[in-house]
């Protein structure tokens, strides 16, 4: 069965520092994987996907991850936080055999202080 | 990009009635669409895939006669929870994939709150 796992509920980071949100899945075959941000009382906005070809995935608002294959991982980057990208943020892997269902992991929250 | 809306964003309803929430895909179709809920800084919970022309799949442990979901027509399913109860209060997102399975566009959300 699929699965993504994000370790940490909360991450706290100082603006101008770089932030880590971590995740790590487990599929069968190759997956699909991708990073969501939510802000309060709102739905899911897409930053960036993975779905095959360079293991460095550029998105939205400044945002990078790293596909590691050999890890298991997926990592979320972002080189510079702003105090704006505070939100809950979530990995999630798609079943591409189940009509591209989201398994999501479950959250975490980034706290960035000025 | 394609958009998928939802409607109401937010209702409140008293414990026993029924409440329909509505999810449309505005400029694509969707013979697949999804319902999740979430509770405050929680996960998304898948609860069922709507599919249109047939019944919905519901994941382990959703009571398919509460959650009532009807696929109508190639952009719009709707989610009718049954007789509510003060737990059913949640936010219900929706979603619908893009042709290739390689995205998915998410509605945004309605707040239900039973009372």
């Known amino acids: 069965a699929q699965s993504v796992a994000q370790p940490e509920d909360q991450v706290n980071v100082a603006e101008g520092n770089p932030l880590t949100v971590k995740c790590t899945y487990s599929?069968?075959?190759?997956?699909?994987l991708f990073w969501y941000v939510q802000y309060p009382n709102r739905g899911l906005q897409f930053l960036l996907k993975y779905i095959t070809g360079d293991n460095l995935v550029k998105g939205s608002y400044g945002f990078e991850a790293e596909f590691n294959k050999s890890q298991t991982s997926f990592h979320l980057k972002k080189p510079s936080a702003l105090v704006s990208d505070s939100a809950l943020y979530f990995c999630a892997v798609s079943d591409r055999n189940q009509g591209g269902k989201l398994i999501f992991g479950q959250g975490t929250e980034l706290s960035v202080k000025p | 990009g394609a958009v998928v809306s939802q409607h109401p964003s937010w209702v409140i309803c008293k414990s026993g009635t029924s409440v329909k929430i509505e999810c449309r895909s505005l400029?694509?179709?969707?013979?697949?669409m999804f319902w999740y809920r979430q509770f405050p800084k929680q996960s998304l919970m898948l609860m069922a895939t709507s599919n249109e022309g047939s019944k919905a799949t519901y994941e382990q442990g959703v009571e398919k006669d509460k959650f009532l979901i009807n696929h109508a027509s190639l952009t719009l399913s709707t989610l009718t929870v049954t007789s509510a109860h003060p737990e059913d209060s949640s936010f219900y997102i929706c979603?619908?994939?893009?042709?290739?399975?390689?995205?998915?566009?998410f509605g945004p959300g309605t707040r239900l709150t039973v009372t």
């Open positions: 979603s619908a994939p893009g042709p290739s399975y390689e995205e998915q566009y």
């Open positions: 400029d694509f179709q969707a013979t697949t």
């Open positions: 599929v069968s075959g190759n997956p699909y």
